[in-house]
């Protein structure tokens, strides 16, 4: 039987979302998985919305299609909400992880969405505390791993680390950690 | 001249013996011959420098004709010649024995 | 089937990067080429590693394709090894010289990352560019995932420069699908690399002044059919050594590769024929019509350039109804180059299935799976009921 997990990440262009979905299939790596990461591209421009794809199996990946009916979506930019319908394709057994200050509650009211489950974290705030950057894509990453383990935290911590140190610096890679190890314990389920 | 076949030749239109333009008699193509008065030549060896398809022959540091069989009739040396010692006629009647 | 001579180191890596590390890996004299979405990435890694020493190729940053493929026949012909990559108008603007390439009969190695032609202006993928240049005399391999892609880049070289083939070969990927798509693949060790492609002695070279030869002769009326011909005869014995080469990169990295793969294809009474990527996304609804009792399979040509039309027709000729997935339209044409090459090897064997071309994935156009069960459902229904409506069909396209 197939374990796949696909996640469709929505963020605007310089976010990390591209980032995100291939950090967390560089993971999969570590842990002998299989996995696709993969940009949806169009005019890539800064702020403009995009969508990024990560399948994560145990077996080898063979479909080279979008991802349709996502077990996880994951929106890195709150301003996104009402401009793109990042519910398409989520059914009950999916979920749903936006970057908001709202409760669960409030968003599934907000998105009139009342399938599958919906996880919270404001993680514009704990990337603006910690990284003192509006770059939001290792916080939901942690808040991500909370809500469904794809890959062992630990690992993807480790990756975080490693990518930042040897990319751009310790102080950058420290602060990573810090905000992907926050919106992991401050990400809310309802 | 029998022509090869498609198994007999070499791929790629390579041609692999140097200097095989010898093989090649372009004399054919002339419509005018040139002819050296000896009497007025100096073996400047200007004609021998501009000729293009090397039909000036030489001995011993001295021209003595024209190769024939492989010029093209173009007329350079004509022109370049500064004793106009070389002049042009019609192959026709360079044939006939004209001069 | 013996176990490989080498493992492989687990990476994740697209496929412009995965093609990039086997360009350093095989280390040509030269690499001329010049960077175009979506094959740009393959050009900024590889110059980083010509910048960083890792490698000694001779970069060459042209200022057009025209002059890339240019540059690799000049470097070829002087007796080095020469590889170039591109993608669509790039591609399209070499057209002219891959002539001059494949009729001098030098053995470059090109990477196409597939991308549609304009206009309307477009950068993603489909296989205009590459069916565009079908008939140029290059060797043509397809690529399904990014591990197809690192291990046909490789195997193309070894393919080119076959003493008994000499012909210029390339690869393709489909563009941003694999070009931009991150998998995980292995790479091979670097020097099993080097060992796999070995030395290259070209009989004849420029730079061999002991033995001078003129390249690029004009030919008239007298021989010039009779080159055409011996270039036809290269492209009929490849279809024998590119098996071969495959066999010989399996026994290294327990990867085999021959003209195509069958996918559950022996027993299959519905089948669909593809190139690159598509074909993976076939295999998941493959699996799910035989979950459903519905025998269906897949053929997924590795091969388009030479045709291998025997193999194609065997391995079809007994199937209720096929479909061909063209990736590519040829405007004004019956069907697409394909759906051509396939009905015209099974007729020519004998054969005559039901058959149906579709025409998909038009400007990077996603196929999905519940399209493909609509072609296997139109094969059900036309095997049971005669062909009605045309047998082009369009896939994905609102009507």
Request: hydrophobic letters at 40%.
């Amino acid at each position: 039987m197939s374990d796949l997990v696909e996640i469709r990440w929505h963020g605007r262009g310089g976010q990390g979302a591209v980032t995100a979905s291939e950090l967390l299939a560089e993971a999969a790596l570590h842990e002998g998985k299989y996995f696709q990461a993969f940009p949806d591209y169009g005019p890539e421009r800064m702020g403009a919305p995009i969508r990024a794809y990560t399948r994560i199996s145990s077996s080898p990946i063979k479909q080279h299609h979008q991802v349709i009916e996502p077990d996880a979506v994951v929106v890195l930019d709150p301003t996104l909400l009402g401009i793109v319908d990042f519910t398409e394709g989520l059914d009950d057994g999916g979920l749903l992880l936006v970057n908001t200050p709202l409760s669960p509650t409030e968003l599934r009211r907000e998105l009139d969405f009342n399938k599958g489950k919906v996880y919270t974290v404001d993680a514009t705030r704990v990337a603006l505390d910690t990284m003192k950057r509006n770059i939001t894509n290792t916080p939901m990453i942690g808040a991500l791993l909370r809500a469904l383990e794809v890959v062992s935290k630990d690992v993807v911590r480790e990756e975080i680390k490693n990518r930042f140190n040897t990319r751009v610096s310790k102080e950058v890679a420290k602060a990573n950690v810090e905000a992907f190890d926050r919106a992991y314990r401050e990400v809310r389920e309802g | 001249m029998t022509l090869k076949t498609w198994r007999e030749i070499l791929a790629g239109g390579l041609i692999t013996d140097a200097g095989n333009t010898e093989e090649y008699e372009t004399g054919s193509w002339r419509s005018h011959r040139s002819i050296i008065d000896m009497d007025k030549c100096t073996h400047c060896m200007i004609c021998w420098v501009y000729c293009p398809d090397g039909s000036i022959m030489v001995s011993d540091g001295k021209v003595i004709g024209i190769d024939l069989a492989h010029c093209k009739g173009c007329g350079i040396c004509v022109h370049e010649c500064p004793r106009k010692a070389i002049s042009r006629v019609e192959e026709a009647l360079a044939k006939e024995g004209v001069q | 089937m013996v176990s490989p001579k080498v493992r492989g180191k687990p990476v994740a890596l697209d496929g412009d990067r995965a093609v990039a590390e086997a360009i350093r890996q095989m280390s040509p004299d030269v690499v001329a080429a010049y960077p175009i979405t979506p094959q740009t990435e393959i050009v900024m890694r590889f110059s980083e590693f010509v910048a960083n020493g890792e490698v000694d190729t001779e970069f060459i940053p042209v200022e057009s394709e025209h002059a890339a493929m240019s540059a690799c026949i000049g470097a070829s012909a002087a007796g080095g090894r020469a590889q170039t990559a591109t993608a669509g108008a790039g591609l399209a603007f070499m057209w002219e010289v891959l002539w001059v390439a494949s009729g001098t009969r030098l053995p470059i190695v090109m990477h196409v990352v597939n991308r549609s032609l304009s206009a309307p202006l477009n950068i993603h993928c489909d296989h205009s560019d590459s069916m565009g240049a079908r008939d140029a005399g290059w060797i043509q391999l397809y690529d399904e995932t990014v591990q197809e892609a690192y291990d046909n880049a490789i195997q193309a070289l070894r393919i080119a420069e076959h003493p008994d083939v000499m012909l210029p070969t390339l690869h393709a990927m489909d563009g941003f699908i694999l070009g931009h798509g991150l998998e995980r693949l292995e790479l091979l060790p670097d020097d099993a690399v080097r060992e796999f492609v070995g030395v290259y002695k070209p009989e004849h070279s420029l730079l061999d002044v002991d033995h001078p030869v003129t390249y690029g002769p004009m030919e008239l009326t007298d021989y010039f059919f009779e080159h055409k011909r011996q270039q036809a005869a290269a492209m009929e014995r490849a279809l024998e050594i590119i098996p071969q080469i495959g066999e010989e990169y399996g026994m290294l990295t327990g990867r085999y590769y021959g003209l195509m793969e069958g996918y559950r294809l022996e027993d299959a009474e519905f089948a669909t024929v593809a190139l690159g990527s598509t074909a993976g996304t076939i295999k998941t609804v493959v699996d799910e019509l035989r979950d459903q009792g519905v025998k269906a399979g897949l053929l997924k040509l590795r091969c388009f350039r030479p045709f291998p039309a025997t193999t194609v027709a065997e391995a079809l000729g007994d199937k209720k109804a096929i479909a061909v997935l063209d990736r590519s339209l040829s405007f004004g044409a019956q069907c697409g180059p394909l759906f051509l090459e396939v009905i015209t090897a099974l007729f020519t064997h004998g054969f005559s299935p039901k058959v149906l071309n579709y025409a998909y994935g038009l400007g990077g156009r996603d196929i999905v799976p519940a399209q493909i069960h609509q072609v296997y459902k139109d094969l059900i229904d036309i095997d049971r009921e005669g062909l009605a409506g045309p047998s082009l069909r369009y896939l994905g396209l609102r009507e």
